[in-house]
Structures are given as structure tokens and as C-alpha cells.
């Protein structure tokens, strides 16, 4: 596996180095300390991810990206390379742009940009695993107007490490985003079609309403997500939101935090989901070091969820270095 990665960062360079073309890479890289167990704490350094890919402009309505992800792999290898993006954009016109390959899923464009810290944690629907960042099939930009924008995808549904599923099922959506006066706000309706017929299956939808507001110094953000028939079981509902803040303070440090809460309920008004639920709370001072290098100190504190007339779960909260570099 370590010669393929390397024949493959080669090969980029190499295509670098005979076109008009940027080659980028990114490394998410970390130490974590767990405030659990202070007699025997669990530590460990870590590079979680190191992305790196090409981008050339083919001419002025046509450009390609070429992106690979060295990461985990559940199959047991510590770091795999996966193809995570590989797209054609075109561009008829300066509003009109036409995405086909593997391409990025649209919420989690103006979610992440929204959140803005990617290396230290992934946005919402992107961790929990309700959608994926990135995944085959052909997307539409529209800008209606400085203030408005409208996209629409048709995707695999599968995700950027998985090939299609042997039906042929995939998933669609479509968005909304409106700009005004520092504030900007999105609302997205994604649909996965059942893939079997009864009483107890429907397709499942997720409505997403997010925004992001920026001042001088301070940037605000949040996201409400809400999953209809999840998994498409007929009133299986999962409910989500996340707020994240950021105050620049100088001297490029910036304070920043965020809040997650995530809750189920099924027909019958259960938390069908509970042991995938919880707050995720995340406090932490953030400095840029030099063009390309971010780092980070934070405390995760993550409480579980209980039912009601349970004793609360104690919080499990993990101090984390985090580093960004990218070039």
C-alpha cells in the first residue's frame, strides 16, 4: 500500500510539473489526550487524513479535480488511499455550471464553509453519517442572481468509497441559497427512494434550514436537520442541529465552539436511535501559525443520550492538538 501512495503522489507531481494545472495537498494530523481516567488516560498521535489532487483548467468553460484521500479504511488497513473526487465541470456561462463524475454533495459545501474547521471535526450530517461529502453522479449550479442560487444532484447514494449498489437505487436533492446584508441561508430537501414496497417502508427525506452570518470579527452558524423515514422505515424521524461561533481575537487566534443534539422518534414516540444520540460539545482557541498551517487546542466533551427518568450519562470529554497544513 505504501508504493501505490507513493506512485500515486509521484504521478500527480510528475502531471504537475507538464501543466498549467495547481496540485494542492491538505493534512489532518492530531494528539489526543482523554480527561476520562486520569489514573491511566488513553493518548495517541495520529494523521487522520492527508488529502492531495490536481486541478486544471482545460479552457475558459471546462475545468477538471482530481482528488485522492489517505485515511482510514474499515477493512483494516491504517491508510488507503480512496478516489474522492473526479469531476468535469462545464461551464456554459458565467451562471450556469454543470458538475459530472465524483463531485461534491451541495450541503456539505456551505456547511463546511460554514463551520470552517474541517481538520478538528466534520460538520454534522457529514460524522453521523447521513449523507457523504462526496459521491458519483451530475450536479447543477444555478446563479439566479447576486443573492440567489439554486443546485440540484442525482447521485449514487453509495458514497465516494463504495460503488453503486447492485439495484441501481440512488438519491436526489435540491437547494437554496439566499445572500443578504452578512448573512447567508440555505434550505435543502434530499430524497432516498425506498427499495422495498409494504405498510412499513417510504422514501426517506432529509430537510436541512442553515445559515451563516459574518461580521468583522465574529462569524455565527448553524444548521437544523431533520430525517424523515430514515432508512426508510415509515416514521422512523431523526431530528439534529448544530451552532458554532468564532471570535477573532488578533494576532490570527480566534476563540471558537460549537453545540450538537441529535434525538429520534419513532411512531410510537420512542427514541428508536438513542445509542447513536448525544451532545457533542466543542471549546477551543485556534491559531494561524502561517500561510497554510492552522492549530488548534480543544476539549470534545460528548454525553451520551438517556431516556427520560434515566440517570443523566456522564460527559466523556478528550482534550485534542489539532493541526492543518496544506500547500
Known amino acids: 500500500m505504501k508504493n501505490y501512495i507513493l506512485i500515486l503522489i509521484v504521478s500527480i507531481i510528475t502531471f504537475d510539473s507538464y ?7 491538505k493534512i489532518f494530523s492530531d494528539f489526543n489526550y482523554s480527561l476520562a481516567d ?24 471546462f475545468s477538471a479535480n482530481i482528488t485522492f484521500d489517505v485515511g482510514n479504511n474499515s477493512s483494516g488497513s491504517s491508510y488507503t488511499a480512496f478516489l474522492k473526487l473526479a469531476s468535469l465541470k462545464w461551464s456554459p456561462t458565467d451562471r450556469v455550471f454543470v458538475d ?3 463531485i461534491k454533495a451541495s450541503n456539505f459545501t456551505f456547511m463546511e464553509n460554514s463551520w470552517g474547521k474541517r481538520y478538528i471535526y466534520k460538520s454534522f ?18 446563479i439566479l442572481s447576486d443573492n440567489l442560487t439554486i443546485d440540484a444532484q442525482i447521485l449514487n447514494g453509495d458514497g465516494y468509497k463504495n460503488l453503486q449498489d447492485s439495484e441501481g437505487h440512488m438519491r436526489g436533492g435540491a437547494g437554496l441559497i439566499l445572500k443578504t446584508d ?12 425506498r427499495t422495498m414496497y409494504g405498510d412499513e417502508y417510504e422514501s426517506q427525506y432529509i430537510n436541512t434550514f442553515a445559515m451563516i452570518y459574518t461580521a468583522s470579527n ?3 452558524g448553524g444548521e437544523y436537520n431533520l430525517r424523515e423515514n430514515t432508512s426508510n422505515v415509515i416514521d422512523n424521524t431523526s431530528s439534529a442541529f448544530s451552532v458554532y461561533a468564532n471570535l477573532d481575537i488578533g494576532n490570527d487566534v480566534s476563540l471558537f465552539g460549537r453545540y450538537d443534539l441529535s434525538n429520534s422518534e419513532d411512531a410510537n414516540e420512542n427514541q428508536w436511535n438513542i445509542e447513536n444520540e448525544g451532545e457533542l460539545t466543542i471549546i477551543g482557541i485556534e491559531k ?8 488548534a487546542v480543544n476539549v470534545k466533551s460528548f454525553k451520551a ?3 427520560d427518568g434515566e440517570e443523566e450519562a456522564e460527559a466523556n470529554n478528550m482534550l485534542y492538538l489539532n493541526l492543518e497544513y496544506k500547500f
Request: charged content about 15%; hydrophobic content about 35%.
Open 19 to 25: 501543466s498549467q494545472g495547481t496540485t494542492y495537498a
Open 38 to 61: 486520569v489514573s491511566n488516560p488513553y493518548k495517541e498521535f495520529k494523521v487522520s487524513n492527508a488529502i492531495f489532487g490536481h486541478k486544471h483548467t482545460l479552457n475558459n468553460k
Open 100 to 102: 459530472f463524475g465524483i
Open 125 to 142: 450530517q457529514d460524522v453521523n453519517k447521513w449523507s457523504h461529502f462526496s459521491d458519483a453522479g451530475v450536479g447543477l449550479t444555478y
Open 182 to 193: 452578512g448573512m447567508s441561508f440555505r434550505v435543502a430537501r434530499d430524497i432516498v427512494p
Open 218 to 220: 465574529l462569524s455565527l
Open 288 to 295: 494561524q501559525m502561517t500561510k497554510g498551517v492552522k492549530v
Open 305 to 307: 443520550a438517556t431516556l
